[in-house]
């Protein structure tokens, strides 16, 4: 099973997926100084990341449309290409105003490279293969994304030390940053081939526009599940920074390895967890995974160290990692190839615009109560915990409700590979 899911072309896949991923996060650790060097106010460095996400909410359902209409390596090279077209051009910005246009357009290229990849990486395998192939593509994106911002960084500082200004030194990692969208292009181009699917020509059977979603419970409740999912990151994430500073008054140097650390070891789970789950089925190891990660989520704020809190966080980062390969092999499993694409793109503007609502009622939640204390029971509460109570709560509910809810198709009532 092993050699027959990470097939050559599957391997190429993942090394793209690993080379966006890099180019992708690459800029993280400086993109608020360069904004604020470009004119910006700090109040309005949020608005940058939301132009992206916005963007990338709006058309997601399109650009997954395009991929079932056209096919997925067009869009996938389309994406790619505008990834290095439009990273050039953040280094070259001349104000602020600019970046926030190209912002705009690069959260579109982006949901079409992104939709692109995942739908190509379905019609690859067969469904008994998509959970090892899930896991394996999450885990080879996982090393990317945590690798780009220390890359990303690495860069910046070694320009600023050769005597560049601050601003030229933000600029250069862009450029970087086009040539590995630049590498990922034409391997893309010259070592993936689409596989043909039975239907007939893409542009007959796969057309988005001439197949109907049928909005089953199944798909309704993976809506509201991946909608909850980016509450829970947009939550999570802006108020990590925060609740390690109140709590134990880290340093953004201690706070930066806990987070890398988990999740570099929650990334080794993906894999075998994508594997298992196409031997034992898809909600074992959803609830497996889910569960614990929420409710190591909830423990949170009642540790009383930075050790603590670590491994509670790798806990947290692992069942995430478990649970991840198996959901996205469900879905998989539910949505019928000829809307394959459109039927991702829709997923993927649930969890976008989830994450776009997390941060804004989270920070805020988070800033009212972080200095109150509740007396539940007898039991001392951090109001700074409420946020992540919430998010384990709505975590718990949402899972509930795929184990409740969602009945998993036997294989022979799996969705097929490509159209029949």
């Known amino acids: 099973m092993a050699k027959q899911t990470l097939s050559r072309p599957l391997m190429i896949l993942g090394a793209v997926q690993l080379i966006e991923s890099l180019a992708i996060t690459l800029p993280i650790s400086f993109f608020p100084n360069y904004v604020v060097s470009l004119g910006a106010s700090v109040a309005s460095i949020g608005l940058f990341t939301s132009s992206f996400m916005i963007a990338f909410a709006v058309l997601a ?81 996982m090393v990317g994304r945590n690798i780009g911002p220390m890359v990303g960084g690495a860069i910046q500082w070694f320009v600023y030390s050769r005597g560049a200004t601050e601003l030229f030194s933000y600029r250069v990692p862009y450029f970087v940053d086009s040539v590995f969208a630049a590498v990922a292009l034409v391997v893309v181009y010259f070592m993936i081939e689409e596989p043909e699917r039975r239907g007939g020509p893409v542009r007959e059977g796969m057309n988005g526009k001439g197949v109907k979603i049928e909005f089953t419970r199944p798909l309704k409740v993976l809506l509201v599940n991946s909608f909850v999912a980016g509450v829970g990151v947009g939550f999570i994430i802006p108020i990590m920074v925060l609740f390690y500073t109140d709590r134990f008054g880290m340093t953004p140097v201690g706070i930066g390895t806990i987070i890398s650390i988990s999740g570099f070891i929650g990334l080794f789970a993906s894999y075998v967890a994508g594997k298992y789950s196409d031997k034992v089925g898809r909600k074992p190891l959803i609830a497996i995974g889910n569960y614990s990660s929420r409710i190591a989520g909830a423990l949170l704020p009642f540790t009383g160290s930075t050790t603590m809190a670590g491994i509670v966080v790798t806990f947290r980062s692992l069942g995430f990692n478990i649970s991840m390969p198996a959901f996205r092999a469900l879905r998989a499993d539910l949505v019928p190839p000829e809307v394959r694409g459109r039927m991702f793109g829709l997923f993927g503007t649930a969890f976008t615009a989830g994450s776009v609502i997390g941060p804004i009622l989270g920070t805020w939640i988070y800033d009212t109560y972080r200095a109150t204390t509740f007396n539940v029971l007898g039991v001392a509460v951090p109001g700074y915990g409420i946020p992540f109570f919430i998010n384990a709560i709505l975590g718990l509910l949402s899972t509930t409700m795929i184990m409740l809810l969602i009945e998993e198709p036997k294989e022979e009532d799996k969705a097929p590979q490509f159209a029949r």
Not at 90 to 110: C, K, M
């Open 61 to 141: 359902p399109k650009m997954g449309s395009l991929t079932d209409q056209y096919g997925r390596k067009k869009i996938l090279l389309a994406g790619i290409f505008g990834d290095v077209i439009l990273g050039t051009l953040t280094g070259l910005v001349p104000s602020w105003e600019w970046l926030l246009v190209i912002r705009l357009f690069n959260g579109a290229v982006s949901s079409a490279a992104m939709l692109a990849s995942e739908t190509l990486l379905i019609d690859m395998v067969t469904p008994q293969q998509r959970g090892e192939a899930s896991g394996f593509i999450m885990s080879m994106s």
